[in-house]
């Protein structure tokens, strides 16, 4: 039996492990976890691993000799099958039982597969796993066109490194631009743009009808119309379904994840979840509960939790931020733009350096600053006390953000 049982050793599992011996937890904690190696960085696997800027060691959270010097077990390479609340206690697929005192779920999302066929042919990739940005990387050699399904940043990140590389990168997007779900119009017309220009072929309102094979490999994706694009390879960017299956058969509430309150507890006893599987009322976004995808609500999830199992309950009360590269474009989100009505303009895409501000009744909701770090850096105080600056001054970069916080 531990003390805290963290399930997923991933961004939000590792973050856990961390605050509680930071906060001086002297209790047993173990962190178990079915990939095989110690925490990693997912960001860099559509990034700096997969373009080869980045070996695996220089994105581990921390060094492999760190977990057992700070006592917390590592149990790697094993799945949680079952959760047993009232005997507190997990079942793992080998067999094997575990019980705890407190359990943080912090298993993330499996990759959402294609329905069509064809998805399980050879050289047909998503990428959320150390193992999947490997297999993927292994067959790119030989691959020379490739077809990206769905343009949000991840599809987006790899057509980027394919791109860069000197291969023929197809994009298929359903909606009638890239970064429709996550982006202003904008934004996802300058990305487009980017791509084009650097021989990326963005293909927006694609209906796909399946994937076609030969010899078990994937050698072409069949469009509605019955036309034919060839492929070698077909990367897979379509969105994570959350897992959460074992909590939600133990009767966690929550629909395509778990709920959670403002300290991350599940509606089970003594069970928390955190990051991308949790579902949560973030005081960012206007009213409707809502799953974020993001490293920061990974990591700033799992202290609200540690510190509630210290019995220092905080609400949760982070400003979301992201990040995304693609090319030399530095991307950076501060906020969250849901139910934006009016979108400010700072700068000029053209010279590759601008900023997005997105208001809702006149109140700044979020940023999109591109190779823009000052007005993401300043941005941020704008969000947080719900800025309601004149339109005229915010579009103009001459004028610091930092002197319309108010
Ligand atoms: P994860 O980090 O996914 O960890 C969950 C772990 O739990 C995994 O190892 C999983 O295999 C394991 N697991 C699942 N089920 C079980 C089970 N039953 N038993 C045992 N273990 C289990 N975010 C950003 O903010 N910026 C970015 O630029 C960015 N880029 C990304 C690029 C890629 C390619 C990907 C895949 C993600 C990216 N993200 C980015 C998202 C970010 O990585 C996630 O939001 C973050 O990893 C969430 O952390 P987590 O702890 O919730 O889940």
Redesign the pocket.
Known sequence: RYDVLI???????AQAALALRQLKFAGSVAL????PDPPYE??P???EYFSGEKSFERILIRPPTFWPERNIELLLG????AVHPAEHRIALSDGAHLGYGKLIW????APRRLSCSGSNLRGVHS???RADADRMLAETIRARNIVVIGGG??GL?AAAVLAKIGKHVTVLEAMDRVLARVAGEPLSRFYEAEHQAHGVDIRLNAQMDCLIGKDGWVSGVRMADGSILSADMVVVGIGIVP?VE?LATAGAAGVNGVEVDQFCRTSLPDIYA????AIHANPFASTQKIRL??????NDQAIIAVKHIMGEPTPYHSVPW???NQYDLKLQTIGLNLGYDDIVMRGDPANRSFTLVYLNQGRVIALDCVNSVKDYVQGKALVLVHATPDKSRLSNCEIPLKTLAT
């Open positions: 399930v997923g050793a991933g961004h939000g599992g178990l976890g079915d990939e997912r960001p696997l559509s990034k094993r799945r949680v099958a912090a298993t993330g999302g990428v959320r796993t940043y991840i990140e897992a074992p955190i990051g991308d599987c995808e993001s490293v920061q609500n990974a992201f990040w995304s």
